[in-house]
C-alpha cells in the first residue's frame, strides 16, 4: 500500500516554520522548491497554468505589451509569467529560488522569459521605476507580516512612470488581529493591500472574489497607476 500524500499546505508551513525558527524568513522558498524538484514535496500554489484571476484581468483590460517592459515578482515555475510575454511584453521573472528559477527554464524552454535569481527585499538597483508593468501575485502575502511593509515598499518601486501594477493576494479581516494569523500564507488586510498606494502610485481598482477553488477563502485584485 502506498503512503498517504501529505497536505502541500501542510508541507510548506513546517518548512516555513523550521526556516522562521533559525531566523531566515525567506530561505524556505528555496527549500521548498528544491525539495519539489526531487519530488519530496508539492508547491501548493503551483497551478500548472497562470492565476485565473491575472487571466481574468488579462481578458478585461486587453493590454498591448508592444515596447512595454514587465516585471512579474515571485515567478515560481514560470506560468503567471508566460502570461505576461504572450501579451508582447519584454517581460523579466523573478524569484528568490534558484530551484525556481531552475524549474521555471525546465517548463518553458522555448521562452522569452528573462527569468532571474533576485531578491525582493534587495532588487537590483537598475530595476527601479524601470518597468511599465509589475504583477505581484501571492509574494508579499508567502512573507511573515512584519516584512510586509518592506516587501510592499519594493514592489511598488519598480513601477515606471506612467506605468501600472496589479497585485493578486488572499484577503482577510481589518479586525482579525495579526497574531491569529498562521501562515503561510499571511493573508492581507484591506489596509495592507491599499498600502501599496503612494502620493504618486495610485490604487485605481480593488476587488474582492472567492477563490475559483475554495469559495470560502477570498482574493484581492488591485491595480494601481504612477503618475
Known amino acids: 500500500m502506498s503512503e498517504p500524500v501529505e497536505d502541500p499546505d501542510i508541507v510548506s508551513r513546517r518548512i516555513a516554520r523550521e526556516s522562521l525558527d533559525r531566523d531566515d524568513p525567506t530561505g524556505w522558498f528555496e527549500r521548498l522548491y528544491s525539495a519539489a524538484s526531487e519530488g519530496a514535496a508539492v508547491v501548493p500554489w503551483d497551478r500548472g497554468t497562470a492565476h485565473a484571476q491575472l487571466t481574468e484581468w488579462a481578458e478585461e483590460s486587453q493590454p498591448s505589451g508592444a515596447g512595454k517592459s514587465a516585471l512579474v515578482v515571485g515567478a515560481g515555475t514560470g506560468w503567471d509569467a508566460e502570461l505576461v510575454a504572450d501579451l508582447g511584453y519584454d517581460t523579466t521573472a523573478f524569484d528568490i529560488s534558484p530551484s525556481a528559477v531552475a524549474a521555471a527554464q525546465r517548463n518553458h524552454p522555448d521562452s522569452a522569459v528573462h527569468y532571474l535569481t533576485a531578491d ?28 510586509q511593509p518592506a516587501a510592499i515598499k519594493q514592489v511598488g518601486e519598480q513601477v515606471a512612470p506612467g506605468g501600472a501594477l496589479l497585485v493578486i493576494a488572499a484577503a482577510r479581516p481589518d479586525d482579525q488581529p495579526d497574531e491569529d494569523v498562521e501562515g503561510p500564507p499571511w493573508p492581507l488586510t484591506r489596509t495592507t493591500i491599499e498600502s501599496f498606494a ?21 482574493r484581492w485584485r488591485a491595480e494601481y497607476l504612477r503618475d
Open 198 to 218: 503612494t502620493s504618486d502610485l495610485h490604487l485605481i481598482q480593488l476587488a474582492q472574489a472567492p477563490s475559483p477553488t475554495d469559495p470560502t477563502i477570498l
Open 120 to 147: 525582493l527585499l534587495a532588487p537590483p538597483p537598475e530595476w527601479n521605476r524601470a518597468f511599465d508593468l509589475v504583477v505581484e501575485i501571492y509574494t508579499v502575502q508567502a512573507l511573515p507580516i512584519e516584512l
